[in-house]
Each structure stands twice: as structure tokens, then as C-alpha cells.
């Protein structure tokens, strides 16, 4: 009983792979793509060339339908910014595809040269047709060309019909078989190409064939007949979906584009040939067979006549190449006799040769030594060029030629002679005399009996080998120089920028002759980068000379504002316990502090002026005097009636009434006020940090700054009061501490880590406090720079 269960089991199985087996594929609904911007859809095809195959040489995916549906996802990337996965799927069977097609969900659609039928409108969606469906009898080349019907009836028994099952080819067949030739048998092939290779290769066969399928053969070359009756056309060849797929809508509208039937077009006669689109369009509209026919003739003459001009192509390129064969015969036979002739002289030209290149080999080995010796002669003049140029003092630049001279050539005497254009003189800041360093010296350029100095006025070198007899060239005599001062051999040349003269360089020896041409050149060398250095070096002596006077301005103006603000006496006179911690991003401020006492009240501000360095310290001078004008001359001591004046008075000195200025300052502005136990508190665009029985209270100040750009009709501030009645500690400060970039991550320090610091010190001895914000601010900062100014002031009451 087991074995007979076994055998059912094992007979189940076969029948599902007779009768077809389907996996269920799933892809993603054309919903789901729409939303994700994404998703994969599986294109399930039988090998059908040239609508959709897979290439044997290279296993890559080809053909018509293909490019069409590679075409659909540019589509859908365009209109709807979509990325479509497309997975391809081969079956070996048409009628697997279809089946998988049909049981497949979401994103799933097939493509093999499929055709509309309404039995199949049925079981799937249809996408528009792409192309027309004709389809023709085709057979073998032994098959003779029927002319009539009834003659193709009495041989069809002699012949082998074939078909692939489940298509329309069959549904031809069948067709044919009920209402002409009710005797007709036929069997089946696993697909359209194997349909096609039958007809090519084997005898007496015949079947159907789309015409597409049919014109591509022939552009091939391949010999098949065809029958010129009983041809079929239907609605047309379209891409198939499961019923219940949303897809039809995206590719409905890619086949409703304007310019889609130029891009079908475009595809087919890709794939087809240059006149195959219009063709097949003209026999798929013709109005009957006769007409159809007719048109599929026109096509299969113009295939013969293209097939008639690659014979005859290729016949003339075979002759050409007969042509050039002759030629290189001809040319070859002319060679040989030159070479004979060469052959014949070649010993008494290879003895010539060999002398010759002897000759050439001594001559090349000379320059390559040459040519060797100069290139290491430039590498080491460069190197000592910025070695040269890296000094930014003129000692040092002719200390460092002078290292180098000595080194390259013969050196007793050497020096360089710079214009001080003030003096009308060569000064000599360095000047070596037998390895001894002299003093400095100047030589005045008007004394022109000096060969240095005649040199420098000619702009012109200098250059002797036998100086005492020689000088006449240059000088009329002697008698400027001492004794021993001058040398036999010297080397002069002028410091040139552009067309004129800075100073002037000499080397000289006591031998005659000391010096060659590549001395000479050496020193040319060393000139042009002793130039650059000197002038360099004068340029950065003027930028020092200027950073010192503007930094000596910037001291004295730090002095100044020093002088403005409240000294550390008298603010513990006025506030005991309290303290200022005030850190300029430069010498100078545009941050301050403001403190004084009026009408028994105790007037304490943190100012935050635009800017920051110069600019903003004179700000800071303008705000000081103005807050003194105030609440002096003006007796105002409110709080909120102060930051108004203020307000009024920065735009009327600045004059933002009719200009572009738009400067201004934030200010924390407390008004202490000691009898009544009270502090009223103003700002502009800053807070007040409190803190009372170890509860930490912020008072914002209104959003707007002190003078600036108005454009309401009249700024005014407002007023806020605390008691002060209980021991009470607070903070005004600018925003440089809480900008401040650092930490790990370069980040800001932020006003909630500011507020929780602040609160974390505030038990603290007020200058334990200050010290411990200069710690904080350190630590955070690190490396970074400080990017503004940055003012605190704590008091306790």
C-alpha cells in the first residue's frame, strides 16, 4: 500500500509539470511606487527575437518591447520622479509566461510579441498596441510558392505544419483547420525562434509568423519563403498585466505622449531597418487582404533590392581590396629591389655608420655630462634660491648668499650694496673681507670713481679677470681705493627690478683669471632671487613699521578707554561684592561697563556696542558720554527713561535720521535703588539673571537695540522691578561668552549652559566666580579663536 502511495505522489507531481507549473510573482503596485518614490516590478518573457531575447554571447536582455519598457521608466523618473526596479524574468514556454503574468500580483507584466485576442482580454489587462499584429504563413525554401489556395490544400498533407501552443500562431491553425482544411495536423516547437530555425534549416516545414519576426529575417539574410495567402491581422501587440493591476494607468499614459508613435517608430527601425516602421504602419492600415498583401510585397522587394546592394558592397570592396593588393605587390617588389641595392652597398655604408656613430656617441656622452652638470648646477642654485627668499631680513639674506658663494666659487672679498634712497647711497649691511665681517659702511652714488658704484648708476655688469689692468675700461684711475682694498678678479653685477636698480652684488679673488663664464652665470642666478629677497625683506620691514604705529595707536586708545570706565576701587565703593569680567576680542572694546551713583541710586549697565576692536571702542566712548549726559545733565534716573535718551541721542549723533549708518548697541541697564529695597531693570535685546533663595529668575529685556534702523514712529523701552529686599544675586552681560564656538564639536557655548554655569557659581566669592568664568571660558575656547568681545558683571545684595 506504501509503494502505491509513492507512485501517486510521484504521478501528482509529473502532472503538475505537464500541465504547467506557475510560481507567483510579486512586485509593487503602481499605488505603493507612486508614493515611496521607488519600487520593483517583474517583466516575465519568453525568447521571442526581435521583440524580446536574451543574447547567447553575452547573456544580456535585447530587443523591441526591451527598449520600450527601459523607455517606460525614464518616463516614470521624469513625470513622477520615480525609481523603477526592473527585475526581467525568462520562462523557457510562451505559455509559462503567460500563466506566471496571470497569477502574478502588484507590479508584474509580460512582454514576448504578445497579441490581443478577446479571448485573452479575459484573463488580462492590456497595455495600448505598440505595434501592428500581422501575421504570415512562412516555410521552408523547398516548399514551392503557392499561387493558389487550392493548390497549397492538395500538398499540405506532404508538408509539416508547426505551431507554438497556446499562442495565436495555434489559434490560426486552428482556425485554418475548421473552416478550409478540416485533415490538417500539426505539431509544436517551444517557441518562435525555435519556429523560425525550423523553416530556415529543416525541409517542408511551415507555419505562422509575425510579420516583424518575418522582416527581420530577411534583413538577415535568411532564406525563407512565404506563402502569400491566409494572412491574419489583429488589434495589434501589446505588454500584458493581471487583471487586477493599477499598472495600466502609468502606461497608458506613457503611450499617450504626443511624440510616443516617433519613439516607436524610432525602436523599429532600429531593430528592423530605416523603412521598416512606415511599411508595417502602411500594410497594418490598408483597407483589405489584397491591400495588405500588397504592401508586405513592397516590403520584401525593398529587402531583396537592400540585400541586391550589400552583394554588390561587398563584390566592390573585394575588388577593391584586389586593387590595393596589386599595388602593395607592386610596392613590395619596388622595396625588394631597393633593398637589393641596399644589400648590396650595406658593408661599405655600415663601416661609414659605425664611424659615424662613434663619432656622435663621444659627442652625446660630452653633452649628457654637460647637460648632467648644468642640470645639477640649476638644482642646486634653486635650492639655494628659496633658501634665499625664505629670510625676511636683509642680514640674513646676504649671510645666507655669502654661505652659498664661498662654496661655489673663489671668494676673498664679497659684498651687496643696497639704494637708500634717503641717504642717496649704497649701504653695505653685510660685507665680507677675507672671512672677516666689516662694520657697515655707506658709499654715496655721486662718487662715481668707484667701480661698485659705476656699476649701479650704468645699471651694467662689471666683470675682470686682471683688475689693475683692466679698470681703464671703466675708470680714469685708481686713487678712490686704499691699498689692498681692490683684488685682481672681480664679479659685479647690478640688483635690476624691471628697468631699475636697487643696489648691486660683488664677489672678487686675488688671482687673475679667478672666474670663468660659469661663475658668471652662478651669480646672475644668485642676483635675480638676492632681488626678490631684498625686496621682500623691504616690504615686510614697512608692514612691521606699520603694525607697530597702528598697534602703539590702538595701546594709547586702550589707555583712553581705560581711563573712561569705572575703576576696580571705585566699583567696590559703590558695590562691594561684585565683579567685571571683561575680555576684548582685541586690544580695544566695543564692549563696556557703565557704573555711577545719582539721586542715591545706583546706576549699573553691560553694553554691547556693534563691532568689535577700533570701531567699536569709539562707539563705546559716544555710549559712556551719552549715559553720563543722561543721568547727569538730564537728572533722568528710570531705568526704561534712560535706554529712551540713549536711544535718541546715538541716532542724532550718529545721524541715522538722513544717512545709511546703521550702528547701535544691547544694553543691560539696572537702576540699584538701596532705600526702597528695589531694581528696576531695562534692556535692549538682552536679559537680567537672578537669583533668590536658590531659584534662578531671567528678565528679558524688550527686542530692539539701541539706536540702529527705526521703523516704527517712536522706540520706547520698558520698565521691570524686583525686590531686593533678600539676599539676591544678578548678572548682565553681553552675548560674546555664550557665541563663543568650542567644546568637542566646535559648537556654540549656548545662553541655557551660560544660565546653569552662572547658576552653579553663584554661592561662590564673587571673585571666585570671575575666576571661574575665565576657567569655563578657557577650557570651552581651547584652540579656537575668540570670535567677539565678551563682558560679564555679577553683583550681590
Known sequence: MRNYSIIYVFAGILFLFQHGYSQQFTGDSWSKVKANKKGKIWVIYANN???????????????????????????????????????????????????????????????????????????????????????????????????????FGKNIANLKAITVKNTTYEENFKDLKSKFF??????????????????????????????????????????????HFFNVVREGMAFVFPRASDWKEPIDEFFQQPDFQQL????????????????????????????????????????????????????????????????????????????????????????????????????????????????????????????????????????????????????????????????KSLVYEVYFYKKERLPIFRVPVYK?????????????????????NEYNRYLDSLDAYNKDELLSSMICLPLMVGDQAIGMISVQHSDKDAYDIRHVNILRNLAIYTTIAIQNAQVFRQLEQQKDNITASIDYAKQIQKAMLPSTEEIKHHLPESFVFLKPRDIVSGDFYYLTTHNEKTVLAAVDCTGHGVPGAFLSLIGHDILDTVVFQEDITEAHEILNRLHLRVRQVLRQYDTSNRDG????????????????????????????????????????????????????????????????????????????????ENQKYMAPRFREFLYSIHKLPMQDQKNALKKELDTWKGDYEQLDDILVVGVRL
Open 49 to 151: 527575437t526581435p521583440f524580446i531575447y536574451q543574447k547567447n554571447n553575452t547573456g544580456a536582455i535585447a530587443g523591441l518591447e526591451h527598449d520600450l519598457i527601459k523607455e517606460f521608466a525614464k518616463f516614470l523618473k521624469i513625470k513622477y520622479q520615480v525609481t523603477l526596479d526592473i527585475v526581467w524574468k525568462k520562462e523557457l514556454y510562451f505559455k509559462d509566461c503567460l500563466l506566471n503574468v496571470k497569477n502574478g500580483v502588484g507590479g508584474v507584466m509580460g512582454a514576448s510579441g504578445i497579441s490581443i485576442t478577446e479571448s485573452r482580454k479575459k484573463e488580462f489587462g492590456f497595455s495600448p498596441a505598440y505595434l501592428p499584429d500581422i501575421e504570415l504563413i512562412v516555410s521552408s525554401q523547398n516548399v514551392p510558392l503557392f499561387t493558389k489556395t487550392t493548390e
Open 665 to 744: 548697541m544691547d544694553i543691560s541697564l539696572c537702576v540699584i535703588d538701596k532705600q526702597q529695597q528695589t531694581l528696576d531693570f531695562a534692556g535692549a535685546k538682552t536679559s537680567l539673571i537672578y537669583i533668590q533663595q536658590d531659584n534662578l529668575e531671567r528678565l528679558k529685556g524688550d527686542k530692539m537695540p539701541i539706536g540702529g534702523e527705526q521703523r516704527e514712529t517712536e522706540r520706547t523701552f520698558s520698565k521691570q522691578t524686583i525686590d531686593i529686599s533678600q539676599p539676591t544675586t544678578l548678572y548682565i552681560y553681553s552675548d560674546g561668552f555664550q557665541d563663543q564656538f568650542g567644546g568637542r
Open 182 to 227: 478540416p485533415s490538417l495536423k500539426y505539431s509544436y516547437v517551444p517557441t518562435s525562434d525555435a519556429l523560425l530555425d525550423s523553416c530556415i534549416k529543416g525541409e517542408g516545414y511551415w507555419g505562422y509568423m509575425s510579420m516583424p519576426v518575418y522582416i527581420e529575417a530577411l534583413n538577415k539574410g535568411k532564406k525563407i519563403y512565404r506563402q
Open 448 to 468: 662715481d670713481n668707484r667701480l661698485g658704484i659705476k656699476c649701479f648708476n650704468r645699471q651694467e655688469e662689471i666683470i675682470m679677470g686682471d683688475v689693475f
Open 264 to 423: 516607436v517608430n524610432r525602436i523599429v527601425n532600429r531593430h528592423f531597418g530605416n523603412f521598416a516602421a512606415d511599411l508595417i504602419k502602411d500594410a497594418s492600415n490598408s483597407s483589405d487582404n489584397t491591400d495588405k498583401e500588397r504592401e508586405v510585397r513592397v516590403i520584401e522587394l525593398k529587402l531583396k533590392n537592400l540585400l541586391l546592394q550589400r552583394a554588390r558592397e561587398k563584390s566592390e570592396q573585394k575588388q577593391s581590396q584586389t586593387r590595393i593588393a596589386y599595388v602593395v605587390l607592386t610596392v613590395f617588389l619596388l622595396l625588394a629591389g631597393a633593398a637589393a641595392w641596399f644589400f648590396y652597398n650595406r658593408e661599405k655604408i655600415k663601416k661609414r655608420a659605425r664611424r659615424e656613430l662613434a663619432l656622435k656617441s663621444e659627442e652625446i656622452a660630452a653633452q649628457s655630462e654637460h647637460i648632467k652638470e648644468s642640470f645639477q648646477r640649476l638644482e642646486l642654485i634653486s635650492e639655494i634660491g628659496k633658501q634665499v627668499i625664505a629670510n625676511l631680513s636683509i642680514e640674513s639674506i646676504i649671510k645666507t648668499v655669502y654661505e652659498n658663494v664661498v662654496e661655489l666659487m673663489p671668494t676673498e672679498e664679497f659684498g651687496v650694496g643696497i639704494y637708500d634712497d634717503y641717504t
